[in-house]
Structure formats: structure tokens, C-alpha cells
């Protein structure tokens, strides 16, 4: 289930991108749908799939803010942080629960084979039924571990969303094979739309937690209608092939411990967040780190649909690699590094613009995890080429490393500063930044062991983000400080920031744009 889809109002947890892809399959194929990709249309597809995706995450995202702004004015924050916390654990569920079913399509050469696919759809739907189950089973203990009587309701409802979502088509795997993305990027706009629709209208009439609940299952069921009408013809139906189902559980077998470790580094924070503070101050720090993943969940929709498979096809046909690679990521980290630095120099501007009081804790928790959006960042470009490469052991050691610091940093952090008012989460963010850091260290370490260069220019880049934050911080505070009417100086304030970021950055996305055309013609 896609964050976006099933998350329009930004109360759950981040995608997890590429982080569960696997290698694409070689070679010119057909199937019922006629799609096939071959050497000769590859670049147009990728080029193809990356306007499909970046217009649709911009789509998605403008509806996901929209709907996170008029259901926080609805809705308390308290409801918000109840919600993250059971989409975390349906969300857990899922990553334990994957055996990389999507991957094993998108890179088998029997991923067109109808036995293959009817296979892979019948472990999805018992996998479904299995997940329904076990929020079930879980309810109870949870909600005696966080005290919160709700979630003994609230997960085995969620638990649906998992249900539902086991009957979804093989035609999303499919597709994505074949970097048909257009059609993929409306059915997730779709749900997200249907799920919105529905998260307002039951905040209107009802003032309850069960308004984000309803809208995640809403979006699933129109996620499942949407994907059984994608591929004409294309239908799936229960069977058993022993030799698929032994493919994909041997592939699966890495796919899922990094699937599993990247869920828990990417989500440790909730977990521990969820026992030592209030669900009022987990709402706020969710809507601070919903802002700050834009430009890692912008990465991880182009890795996971577009930029992995480009990898692993170019990796497969013996391609320059290292040209592939510069030339797929220079534009993405540029526009990722002026999305960063405006948000880390101008943070607490935008928060206190969009949102009312109880919000404004959210815009220093914003400005800081801006730092860790763009190492995540860098995360996806580095873990997208292991993978590519054959190696999801190196994103697996990478996610452990992360993980184990969360672990002893978020805990001793909060010691430190709990008694800071609403700076009381300040050594846990700092914990959390650390920990991406060192992720990305060891990351950055298994490309290099395997021939890749990147380590200057990332550098590089970082230093860039950190310097133009630096010299847009005081000029939007300035400019802030000099206007009378508060919304106007925030505004203002922002839209100083931004110029300020863009002038800086200017040449950067000029000179990646322009490398790319050249390496390219």
C-alpha cells in the first residue's frame, strides 16, 4: 500500500521507496498488454516515467498538504499522533511480513508468465489475510504498552487495509516492469483523492480519530478497484506453481531483511516517541517530518519506479555505470538540496503560516529534520545503485547501523532535553540526524568498494545545503522582524528564503541539466 494512496492526510509513515526494489529482468518481452522493453525505448520510457512521476508526486503532494491543513483545523493533534502510531504497526506488519513479491515480478524473466503472476497474487492475498489477522492479535498488548485503550479498535480496523489489499492486481508490478508509470501515478492519485474526500467529510460530521481511519481504508478499496482495470484482460485467479513460488522466496530472502531493517530505521522514532511522549506532541512532530520528507519522498517514488530499474537495466546491459548514475542523480540531488536548504533556513516560517498554535513546537522540529531529509536523500541514490548492483546486503548493514543508533540516541536524547518545554524532543532529533549520517557512511562505503565515485560531490553538496540555509536563515528572519502584519512577514519571510536558496542554486541545477543533455546526446 503506498504512503500516498493510502495516507492522503500525511498521518502514517513514509514509503519505503526503493528500498524493497530488486533487480529489473534483461531482455525484449511481450505480454497480454503489449508492453515490452527494449534497449532502444528504455530512455524514453525512463524519461517518460520520471515527468509521469514527478507530476504526479507534485499532485499528490499539494492534495496531501491540503488535506493535513483543513483535517488539522477539524481534528486535534492528540488524534493525529493516535493515527501514526497505528499506521506505524500496520505499516510494521507489512515490511515483516514481505517477501519481496513486487521485486520478484519486476526482475524475473518469468514476470510476464501468467503461472508466475497468479502465484505471486495468491501468496499476496493469504499474506493479506495473514496481516488482517495479526493487527488483530496485536491490539490488545499494544494498546496496554501505550496505555491507549483506542488502539484495541483502531488496529484491527486498520488491519482491513491490509485485507483489501492482498486482491490487488499483479498489473502494478507489471506495469512498473515495463516503466509504464503514467497509469500507476493516476490510480495513485485516485485513491489519495478518494481517501481525502472521504477523511474530510467524516471530520465534518464526526470530530474523531475514525475520520483517518476511514479515509486509509477508502483509498485501499479504490487502489483495488482502479488496479483490476489498469491492464485489459489482465486477471488474476488462485494457483500454485512450485518453481515460482520457490524463485520468489529465494530472491525474496534479502529483500526482506532490508526491507524489514529499513522500516524499523526509518520508523524507530514513533515506536519510542509513542512511550515518552504525548500523542499531542507525536501529532506535531508528525507533521514536521511529513514536511521535511518532501524532497526524500520525491527520490524514492523516481528510485522505486524510475531510477532503479533505469539502474539495473544499464547494470544488466553492461553499460557505463557510473555515467548512468551521475547522469540520473545530479538533477534530482540539486533540486533536492534547494528544497532542503529552504526548508532548513525557513522552516518555522511555513509551520507558523499553515498552521495555528498548537503546531508552532513543529517549525524548529522542521528546520532540523530538514538535515536528515537530505541525507535520507542521498540514502535512496546510494541504496538504489547497491541494489542495482546485486548488493541488498550493503542497504541492509546500512539500515542495522541506523537502527541500533536510534535505539541508544533517542532514549539518552530525551534525557537530556526533556525538560526543555517545547524544545524537549531537541536530543532526539539530534540522535535521529546522527543516525543518518552514519548510515549513509556506511553506504557510501560499499558503492565505493564496488567501483562507484560519489563521496566528493556529495560533500559537495552538503556543504552547499548547509551554506545557503545559513545565508537565508538571518535574511528572512530580518525581513520578518521589519513587517507589522504577522501573516504578511511570514510570507514575506519565506519568500526571501526561497530566493535567497534558488539564486545560490541556481548554477548547480543549471550545470546538472546541462551534463545530463551532454552525456546523454
Not at 16 to 34: F, I, M
Not at 63 to 74: F, I, P, S
Not at 201 to 210: E, K, P, Q
Not at 321 to 334: E, G, K, S, T, W
Request: proline share 4%; glycine share 10%; charged share 10%.
Amino acid at each position: 500500500m503506498e504512503a500516498s494512496a493510502a495516507d492522503p492526510a500525511g498521518v502514517g509513515p513514509a514509503p519505503a521507496g526503493a528500498a524493497g526494489a530488486a533487480r529489473v529482468g534483461v531482455g525484449t518481452v511481450d505480454y497480454a498488454g503489449g508492453i515490452g522493453v527494449t534497449p532502444g525505448n528504455l530512455k524514453s520510457r525512463a524519461v517518460i516515467g520520471a515527468v509521469w512521476t514527478t507530476g504526479g508526486f507534485a499532485v499528490q503532494q499539494v492534495m496531501r498538504l491540503a488535506t493535513n491543513l483543513v483535517l488539522t483545523r477539524l481534528l486535534s493533534p492528540g488524534m493525529f499522533g493516535l493515527m501514526s502510531l497505528v499506521n506505524v504497526f500496520i505499516q510494521g506488519l507489512q515490511q515483516f511480513s514481505d517477501v519481496g513479491i513486487g521485486p520478484s515480478i519486476i526482475q524475473s524473466k518469468r514476470g510476464d508468465d501468467p503461472a508466475f503472476l497468479n502465484t505471486a497474487w495468491t501468496i499476496q492475498v493469504v499474506r493479506g489475510f495473514a496481516l488482517g489477522a495479526m493487527s488483530a492479535t496485536i491490539a490488545w498488548p499494544v494498546a496496554k504498552l501505550y496505555d491507549e485503550r483506542m488502539l484495541v479498535w483502531l488496529l484491527p480496523a486498520a488491519g482491513l487495509g491490509a485485507v483489501i489489499a492482498g486482491f490487488n492486481s499483479t498489473a502494478l508490478f507489471t506495469l512498473n516492469r515495463h516503466l509504464e508509470v503514467g497509469k500507476l501515478t493516476v490510480r495513485s492519485v485516485v485513491g489519495q483523492l478518494v481517501g481525502a474526500a472521504v477523511m474530510i467529510g467524516w471530520a465534518l460530521l464526526h470530530r474523531s480519530v475514525w475520520a483517518l481511519l476511514a479515509g486509509n481504508l477508502a483509498a485501499a478499496v479504490a487502489a483495488l478497484i482502479f488496479s483490476n482495470t489498469l491492464l485489459p484482460g489482465v486477471r488474476n485467479y488462485f494457483h500454485w506453481d512450485r518453481t515460482a513460488a520457490r524463485e520468489m522466496t529465494r530472491f525474496g530472502r534479502w529483500i526482506f531483511v532490508s526491507t524489514v531493517l529499513t522500516f524499523l530505521a526509518l520508523e524507530a522514532d514513533r515506536f519510542i516517541f509513542g512511550k515518552l511522549v504525548t500523542m499531542a506532541e507525536l501529532g506535531v512532530y508528525g507533521v514536521a517530518t511529513m514536511l521535511a520528507a518532501l524532497p526524500t519522498t520525491a527520490v524514492q517514488r523516481l528510485g522505486g519506479t524510475v531510477i532503479f530499474p533505469a539502474l539495473s537495466r544499464a547494470h544488466a546491459d553492461g553499460k557505463n555505470f557510473q555515467r548512468v548514475f551521475d547522469r540520473v542523480r545530479m538533477p534530482l540531488l540539486a533540486g533536492s538540496g534547494l528544497v532542503s536548504a529552504g526548508l532548513l533556513a525557513g522552516g518555522n516560517h511555513l509551520i507558523e503560516f499553515l498552521y495555528d498554535k498548537r503546531y508552532y513546537a513543529g517549525g524548529w522540529m522542521l528546520q532540523l529534520s530538514a538535515v536528515s531529509g537530505w541525507v535520507q536523500v542521498l540514502h535512496v541514490m546510494s541504496g538504489s545503485a547497491l541494489l542495482a548492483m546485486g548488493s541488498p546486503r550493503s542497504v541492509a548493514a546500512g539500515n542495522v547501523v541506523k537502527l541500533v543508533t536510534l535505539v541508544v540516541c533517542i532514549p539518552l536524547g530525551y534525557h537530556w532535553t526533556r525538560d526543555w518545554g517545547v524544545y524537549s524532543l531537541l536530543g532526539p532529533v539530534w540522535g535521529i540526524i546522527l543516525s543518518d549520517v552514519l548510515k549513509q557512511i556506511v553506504l557510501a562505503f560499499s558503492v565505493r568498494r564496488r567501483g562507484l565515485h560519489m563521496g566528493l560531490r556529495n560533500t559537495l553538496l552538503t556543504v552547499l545545503v548547509l551554506a545557503s540555509a545559513a545565508a537565508a536563515w538571518p535574511a528572512g528572519n530580518a525581513v520578518r522582524a521589519h513587517v507589522a502584519k504577522p501573516a504578511a512577514g511570514k510570507l514575506l519571510a519565506m519568500a526571501v528564503v526561497a530566493a535567497v536558496c534558488g539564486i545560490i542554486w541556481a548554477p548547480v541545477l543549471y550545470r546538472s541539466l546541462k551534463d545530463r543533455k551532454a552525456t546523454a546526446a
